[in-house]
């Protein structure tokens, strides 16, 4: 089963943040928050992982509360190539003792990017 | 940017046959993963290799299914007996190490007539 909830899909005007939440009130001291998205007929596609800090990279912000039961995926500036589906996921970090880095993948958030 | 390939992109055929999906990972990139995506779900690893390695096969269907690395860089994964309900995606993925981001190839989608 996956460790995260995440809304089945939401709406974003083109141009405006687009702000994906996730709950993963199970989380370990020793597991990352990822997000991937995949794009219709595409594999996923990495986007941001995170441990305890607020993380930002060339495509995305995340934003990891103080107790990491939940964080948000921000897209400062949404187009319509954003339209994807978001999958937040827990995996472990290296200093698990973890031999395998499998990632579980929930049903993820449909994110459609309106004109 | 390097990408993962896989082949064929779509393959059509019916129940009863054997169908092979070939995968070659990133250059350099030491483990690879399977996957299988169900229609309106996420993808499920299916095996794990590390170079020439399995490091986790618990998910594969080991009577029908077979996967192998077997120089360590490309990979294939076979089923044999093919059944209706493998119909599913296929992704690829690699990672330079088991503990980086993966890399996932565009898949092959499987059709069982």
């Known amino acids: 089963d996956a460790k995260t909830t995440q809304p089945p899909s939401m709406d974003c005007a083109e141009g405006r943040a687009a702000n994906l939440p996730c709950n993963h009130s199970?989380?370990?001291?020793?597991?990352?928050v990822y997000w991937y998205r995949q794009i219709h007929s595409q594999g996923p596609q990495y986007i941001i992982h995170?441990?305890?800090n607020n993380e930002t990279n060339e495509m995305a912000s995340l934003i990891i509360t103080e107790d990491r039961k939940s964080s948000t995926l921000i897209l400062p500036h949404a187009t319509l190539r954003d339209t994807a589906v978001y999958y937040c996921i827990v995996s472990p970090t290296p200093y698990s003792g973890a031999g395998s880095y499998q990632l579980t993948f929930g049903k993820g958030t449909k994110l459609s990017v309106i004109p | 940017e390097a990408e993962v390939a896989q082949s064929p992109r779509y393959k059509i055929t019916e129940k009863s046959q054997a169908v092979a999906f070939w995968c070659d990972p990133i250059s350099g990139h030491a483990t690879l993963y399977w996957y299988r995506q169900i229609l309106g779900q996420g993808p499920e690893l299916l095996v794990q290799f590390q170079d020439e390695s399995v490091v986790d096969d618990s998910q594969l269907p080991k009577d029908r299914f077979s996967a192998e690395r077997l120089k360590g860089v490309d990979s294939t994964l076979k089923i044999q007996p093919a059944e209706l309900g493998d119909s599913a995606m296929y992704l690829c993925?690699?990672?330079?190490?088991?503990?980086?981001?993966?890399?996932f190839g565009d898949g092959t989608r499987l059709s069982i007539l």
């Open positions: 995170g441990l305890k």
């Open positions: 993925a690699s990672s330079f190490t088991w503990d980086q981001p993966q890399h």
């Open positions: 199970t989380i370990s001291g020793n597991e990352y």
